[in-house]
């Protein structure tokens, strides 16, 4: 936690008690930096203060994903600002949830519970990336159908593999495979995941339509291909599609959602382009193996 205000710091660590998590906390930006150049591996999300002296929250932030060894842990940015403009610039600089002051103890804990979850999904699928087919960096085209979460998420990690940033590749491809099953085969709509989520019910729902005969048939599709200086994927879904231009910026209505920022996330941090088409059942998502193309 990186927080400067001491009254503050004794409120955080009062509200996340309950939590089986040790906490430790940093001061300001300064501090904080310190603690993550010494191990950066030993955080797992790191909820940040936006205003604080000598290294504020944005400077930290951009020091974060600037380094690899730091870019892709879980920030929760806390902030008395809640204005669009202050929002977009710190998804944009790479914040994944936002908090406002005062806190409420239950979304704090339910928002660090996520962002942890998260956190530990990521480094799951970093680390099968050396079980993804390495000959995939030799292929110029190749399509694969897929029907459930965890073909998704081990699809993710084989086509990560073609890609340039394989450790950053991995997290963008595997969320636009995973939407492909969970909203478009299986329909489940961006309120019932809100809810089944606040309830630990989301993958319990995922394996019950999984099952059922309206949804048993149904698989994705993700077509990869290598052109010139760009590795595309095309994944298609059999669902009805959604409205994807919802999700390409921040809505200040969901900024305080424990989920919908894959799309944003991956379009800022993943790929060089990502381009939705017809009803939003099938996406394009370029990445560039030569960035200066």
């Not at 424990?258 to 370029?286: D, K, P, Q």
């Amino acid at each position: 936690m990186v927080e400067d205000n001491a009254l503050d710091r004794a409120l955080l660590q009062a509200h996340l008690h309950p939590l089986p998590a040790d906490v430790a906390f940093a001061g300001d930006g300064v501090e904080a930096w310190e603690m993550l150049d010494r191990d950066a591996a030993s955080y797992d999300v790191i909820l940040l203060d936006r205003t604080m002296p000598r290294m504020n929250g944005l400077e930290l932030l951009a020091r974060l994903k600037s380094d690899p060894r730091c870019r892709t842990i879980p920030v929760i940015m806390q902030t008395g600002c809640v204005g669009r403009e202050e929002m977009l610039e710190g998804i944009n600089a790479g914040a994944y949830y936002y908090l406002t002051k005062p806190y409420n103890a239950d979304v704090l804990r339910m928002v660090i519970r996520t962002a942890a979850s998260d956190s530990n999904e990521i480094r799951r699928l970093q680390s099968q990336l050396d079980r993804g087919f390495k000959a995939l960096a030799l292929a110029q085209q190749a399509v694969f159908t897929f029907r459930t979460i965890d073909e998704a998420r081990d699809l993710g990690s084989v086509l990560a593999r073609a890609c340039p940033d394989p450790e950053a590749a991995v997290i963008g491809v595997t969320e636009l495979l995973v939407n492909a099953v969970e909203h478009g085969n299986l329909g489940i709509t961006y309120d019932e995941k809100t809810a089944l989520r606040s309830h630990f019910q989301w993958e319990a729902e995922v394996q019950r339509r999984l099952c059922m005969s309206e949804y048993a048939g149904r698989r994705a599709e993700v077509r990869f291909e290598r052109e010139g200086s760009e590795v595309r994927f095309t994944i298609r879904d059999c669902g009805g599609g959604f409205e994807w231009q919802r999700y390409f910026e921040i809505d200040p209505a969901r900024a305080f959602d424990t989920h919908g920022r894959g799309i944003l996330m991956a379009r800022h941090f993943t790929f060089h382009a990502l381009e939705y088409r017809g009803c939003g059942n099938e996406v394009v998502a370029t990445i560039r193996t030569d960035p200066s193309c």
